[in-house]
């Protein structure tokens, strides 16, 4: 069983950037790809960023590659989103998730999800 549990999200001004944070806890952490997802008003949740359990393997959404870096610390079951630039249309709820593979997060076939956290971006 695997808990996880967001920080980082608040308020920035476009262009500006921010560390999302998702801690889990359990000792099968390690052998997870994780995941970030994002759901705004009015629509449906949508991935973000993937990484593979041993951080070798990434994939992200056409909207935020270039912008966005997902990545892992498996010594501190952490991972992690830096986000910048920000633009307004990346405001959502922000959802960490994990599953077996890569491929099952891009699927969304998750098997775990934290409870998110709130990115509101200022234009």
């Known amino acids: 069983q695997v808990q996880l549990v967001e920080s980082g999200g608040g308020l920035v001004q476009a262009g500006g950037s921010l560390r999302l944070s998702c801690k889990a806890s359990?000792?099968?952490?390690?052998?997870?790809?994780m995941g970030w997802f994002r759901q705004a008003p009015g629509k449906e949740r949508e991935f973000v960023a993937g990484?593979?359990?041993?951080?070798?393997?990434?994939a992200y959404a056409d909207s935020v590659k270039g912008r966005f870096t997902i990545s892992r610390d498996n010594g501190k079951n952490t991972v992690y989103l830096q986000m910048n630039p920000l633009k307004p249309e990346d405001a959502a709820v922000y959802y960490c998730?994990?599953?077996?593979?890569?491929?099952?997060?891009?699927?969304?076939?998750?098997?775990?999800w934290g409870q998110g956290t709130q990115v509101t971006v200022s234009s």
């Open positions: 990484i593979s359990w041993s951080g070798g393997s990434t």
């Open positions: 998730a994990g599953a077996v593979g890569v491929q099952k997060l891009t699927s969304y076939e998750i098997d775990y």
């Open positions: 359990g000792r099968s952490f390690s052998t997870y790809a």
